[in-house]
Each structure stands twice: as structure tokens, then as C-alpha cells.
């Protein structure tokens, strides 16, 4: 079939030319090969990708933003950098490698890194927990009456006594 394929293709082009085109050695073998691509694989070369079953009783629209984005590297109700930085990092945090849930506040952090033998950088983003973000970036957070930093309500802080303690 490749040889008709061939022929109909340069019609005007002797066997030899033709033969010497699209023919090449490869590994040993005289294997059919285009200039611009690989080798044409046979059967048994062709990768096996499998395909990953949904889990559970999961549905794109029960609100699990978390799992679908980091499925599809999409969801409707989030930005797009946000979803392809989950799919990216397979649902884990780029600083402590736990999975984040819904609940989690998450936080972009964009480094700087230079790119090798050349006065350029390139912005690499990743995705962390809000705590995580804190304690990477090392900045002096600017506390508001002690209970708000960033405009998110946290806890007070205690009489030294963990919540997690029973009296």
C-alpha cells in the first residue's frame, strides 16, 4: 500500500528516486520513513495509553472543581491557568506534595529562572496551599488587628492551648 501510495504520488518519478525517497535505513532494517517525521511504526512499537476511569459517582457538575480540573486541565467555574497548574501538578502541592481539596485557599507563586548562558528569565508558575505560598515567600505579612491578613479571616491566636486538645 505504501508503494501505491508512492507511485500515485510522484507519477512522473522513476522507482529508483521514489524507492531512494521514502526508504531508509533505520536500526539495520530498510524501513519506510518521511523526511519530516519518524519512522512508521508497526503494531507491536505503537504506545499503549489506557484510559482512566471517572472515580465513583463523580459528575462534572456536582462542583468538584479540584478533581475535574486536575482530570481534564479544565473546568468551567475556574481560570484557566488555575486548572492547567492543577492538571500540571496532578492535584498536589508543589511545596509539600499533599493533594489539595475544595476547601483549601490556593495560591500561585511565580519564580523567576534564568535561562542558561543568555541574560533572559522565563516565569515558572506553580500551585501551592495558602501556607505553603507563606512560608516559601517569606514575607512580613501585614496583620490587621490580628485577625485579617489579605482580607481573609484567621484564627486568634490561643492562651497557648492547640484546638486540637481537649481540656
Known amino acids: 500500500m ?9 507519477p512522473d518519478k522513476s522507482k529508483k528516486w521514489i524507492y531512494s525517497r521514502y526508504w531508509k535505513r533505520w536500526n539495520g532494517k530498510v524501513e519506510f520513513k518521511a523526511e519530516d517525521t519518524d519512522k512508521l511504526l508497526n503494531h507491536h512499537e505503537t504506545p499503549i495509553r ?3 476511569k471517572v472515580l465513583g459517582n463523580r459528575s462534572p457538575f456536582d462542583g468538584e472543581w479540584v478533581y475535574w480540573a486536575t482530570r481534564m486541565g479544565r ?30 485557599i490556593l495560591a500561585i507563586a511565580n519564580n523567576k ?19 505553603c505560598h507563606d512560608k516559601t515567600t517569606k514575607v512580613n505579612l501585614k496583620i490587621v488587628g490580628g485577625t ?10 490561643s492562651d497557648g492551648k492547640s484546638s486540637w486538645q481537649k481540656e
Open 2 to 10: 505504501l508503494w501505491a501510495w508512492a507511485k500515485r504520488r510522484h
Open 50 to 52: 489506557r484510559h482512566v
Open 75 to 104: 473546568y468551567p467555574e475556574i481560570n484557566d491557568k488555575l486548572a492547567n497548574l492543577l492538571k500540571k501538578q496532578q492535584g498536589k502541592c508543589a511545596h509539600c506534595g499533599l493533594y489539595f481539596k475544595e476547601e483549601d
Open 113 to 131: 529562572i534564568a535561562l542558561a548562558g543568555k541574560n533572559r528569565y522565563r516565569m515558572e508558575s506553580k500551585l501551592l496551599h495558602q501556607h
Open 148 to 157: 485579617e491578613r489579605y482580607g481573609q479571616i484567621t484564627e486568634e491566636p
